[in-house]
C-alpha cells in the first residue's frame, strides 16, 4: 500500500498513509480481549537457528500462555492460529504437532484447537490487517519509522505491567 504499486498507484502517498493509519485504527479500537503477539528477530542474531521455527515457537507458546492465564480466571477457550499463505506451511505444520506432543523449550502446547490454518491473505480481511499489523512493527523496527506503531502498540498482550506478547531478538 504505502509504495503505491498495482491498485494502490491512484491513491497520493498521504492517502495510502491515512489508509494503513484507518485499517490499524480498526484494530486498536476493537474489542479490548483482542491482543496482539509479536516476534521481531533479526535473522543474523538468531543464526544458526531457523528465525521462522524460532518466532512460531515464540508465538505460539506466548499465545497458549495467554489462553492459560484466561483459563485461571474462569474463561477456557481454545485458540486458532492463523498465517498467510507460505511455503513454509509444512514446517509450521510440523512444528506444531510437535509442540502438541513432544513440547517446545518451555513445556507442551494445551490450548490450540488446530493445527495453524493458512490462508490467502487476498481472501481474507482479517489476514490482510494482521499483514498490516506486521508492517507496523517492520516499519518500527526495521526502518525507524514509528508512524504506524504506536497505533497499536497498547494491544500487545500483557498483564499486572509485564508485557508477554512481544519478543525481541534484534541486539
Not at 19 to 27: C, E, G, M, P, S
Not at 29 to 49: E, G, H, Q
Not at 113 to 137: G, M, N
Request: proline share 2%.
Amino acid at each position: 500500500m504505502l509504495a503505491g504499486r498495482k491498485y494502490w498507484r491512484q491513491f497520493s502517498k498521504l492517502d495510502r498513509v491515512n489508509a494503513i493509519k484507518d485499517a490499524l485504527q480498526i484494530f486498536a479500537d476493537s474489542n479490548r480481549s483482542n491482543r496482539l503477539f509479536l516476534c521481531v528477530i533479526k535473522k543474523s542474531i538468531a543464526s544458526p537457528a531457523d528465525p521462522i521455527e524460532l518466532a512460531f515457537e515464540q508465538l505460539s507458546s506466548r499465545f497458549d500462555h495467554f489462553l492459560m492465564r484466561l483459563h485461571r480466571n474462569g474463561d477456557t477457550q481454545r485458540g486458532i492460529i492463523i498465517f498467510d499463505k507460505s511455503t513454509y506451511e509444512t514446517t509450521i505444520q510440523n512444528l506444531a504437532s510437535d509442540f502438541r506432543t513432544i513440547g517446545h523449550s518451555w513445556g507442551v502446547i494445551r490450548n490450540l484447537a488446530e493445527v495453524p490454518l493458512f490462508i490467502d491473505s487476498k481472501a481474507s480481511r482479517l489476514t490482510q490487517l494482521a499483514d498490516l499489523v506486521a508492517y507496523a512493527a517492520f516499519r518500527m523496527y526495521e526502518k525507524s519509522d514509528d508512524q504506524f506503531f504506536p497505533l497499536i502498540q497498547h494491544r500487545i498482550d500483557q498483564e499486572g505491567g509485564i508485557q508477554h506478547g512481544l519478543f525481541e531478538l534484534i541486539v
